[in-house]
Structures are given as structure tokens and as C-alpha cells.
């Protein structure tokens, strides 16, 4: 009979012990957190090839390459890719002379469209921020939040002649949480791009 209750007890005193450490506050001090990642120092080079209307600066750790996929359109001439192949990124940059064919009202609605009308859905907020550059170039500069498929855009015009649409993609699936830290890197890169440009 003694035996039976010292069990008992014994049984007791570690039923006890387990439902207070189930609810307890006790944890084992693991930090939410991505990778680390290291990120390259900011340095820059020129871009001003022979028959492009525009030149920028882009950073020298990426490339640039020309977009292939828009032969049928004259534009595509001047249709570039940056990729910043440690990040996984790419800077699409388009460009149309404005004219009869390209209107500049239209495209600005383009411009706009293509930041809202895309993304709204999956959007937390868009806001766009007028930009009035050094060397006299105007243009919207579109921050996207939430998980979209890019998080900034941007258009740069002078009304008259040249038209330069921006956005930055990643080869990775949407997630504002783990691409914010590259993307907040790769704006400022956005924005030396867009600071430096000048039309030709």
C-alpha cells in the first residue's frame, strides 16, 4: 500500500511538472532572421553605347544585356536588362520615342497602369513620388508593399522625345519579409540610375 501511493505520488509530481512546463513561458532563445548576406560596396560605371538614346550609371557588380523579347516594336532597339546576379535581381529598362505612334498621355497611363492595375491585388499600398532629377529629368517612382512581384518602379520623360520605363524583378518568389533588405540596397542603386540618366 505504501509503495502504491509513493508511485502515485511520484506520478503526480510529474503529471505536474509536465502540464506547468506546457505553459510555461519558457523558450529557447531562438531569434527570427534570414541568411546573412554580404553586400558588394557601391561603385559604379557608365553606360553610353553608340545608337542608344540615353545614358546612365549602374553598379559594377551587374551586367547589362539587351532585351531580346520585343523585335516586332522599334523600341526594342533600346530595350535593356540589368542583372545583379548575386541577388538574383534584373532591372527591366524600356524606352519609346514619344511621337504619333507613342503618345505621351498614353504613355503615362501606361506607366501608371503597369504599377497598379498589376498589383493592386496583392499590393499592402502603392505610392508614387514625383521625381525631379539633377540633369532636368521628371518621372514617378513607384514603392509597391506586400508580396508583388516587384516593389519598385518607375517612369522618366522630358514630354517632348523620350520615354524610360524601370522595374526591379527577382528570380524568387514573392516575400516581402526576406527580399526587403535587398530591395532596400538595390533602390539606391535605382536611384543613382535615375539621377545619372541623361538623354542624348
Known sequence: MKNKRILFSGFLIVAAAMLYSCNSDYSVGKKKGYFHID???KKYQVFNQPGYPYSFEYPVYS???KDSTFFEDKAGDWWINIDVPQFGGRIYVSYKAIGPQ???DSLVRDGFKMAYKQHVDVSTGIKDSVMDTPNGVEG???TLGGNTATANQFFLTDST????RGALYFNASPNADSLGIVNDFLKEDLKHLI???QWK
Open 140 to 142: 514617378i517612382y513607384f
Open 63 to 65: 551586367t547589362v544585356s
Open 39 to 41: 553586400f558588394p560596396e
Open 195 to 197: 539621377n545619372t540618366l
Open 102 to 104: 507613342n503618345q505621351f
Open 161 to 164: 522625345k523620350h520615354f524610360l
